[in-house]
């Protein structure tokens, strides 16, 4: 199972791995550390599931999230922030809680199992 995970803040990146790690520790985990790289292999590549930090330095975790689910990529969007939109609550999750946070990385590895 190939991931993507694109994140520029090392704790939660570290945090995402680790939990991933936990759930799935077969997984590949590829990492990006911008918008634009992360964009790059999105488009590039093939994956099984992809989390997004939703405030990066270049650019918008949302944007990344709509376009991997225009490729069929299951895909969440994780922020330290909570979030501010009733379109962002739908679909970012919030690392101060870790109990749900895995429920919800849980589901999308269980979205793209089919």
């Known amino acids: ?3 993507l995970i694109v994140d520029d803040y090392p704790p939660k990146l570290h945090l995402l791995q680790h939990i991933i790690g936990k759930i ?3 997984a590949d ?6 918008f634009t790289e ?3 292999l999105l488009i590039e590549g093939e994956w099984d599931a992809a989390f997004f930090d939703n405030r990066l330095h270049d650019g918008s975790g949302m944007v990344l999230m709509r ?3 225009e490729r ?3 895909a969440l969007v994780v922020s330290a922030h909570d979030p501010a ?3 962002e609550r739908k679909c970012i999750k919030s690392v101060a809680d870790v109990t749900k946070l895995r429920r919800a990385i849980t589901g ?3 979205q793209a199992s089919g």
């Open 1 to 3: 199972m190939r991931v």
């Open 24 to 26: 799935r520790p077969d």
């Open 29 to 34: 985990l590829v990492v990006a550390e911008s």
């Open 38 to 40: 992360g964009r790059g």
């Open 67 to 69: 376009l991997a689910r």
């Open 72 to 74: 069929g990529v299951p």
């Open 85 to 87: 939109t009733r379109e």
């Open 108 to 110: 999308a590895f269980e």
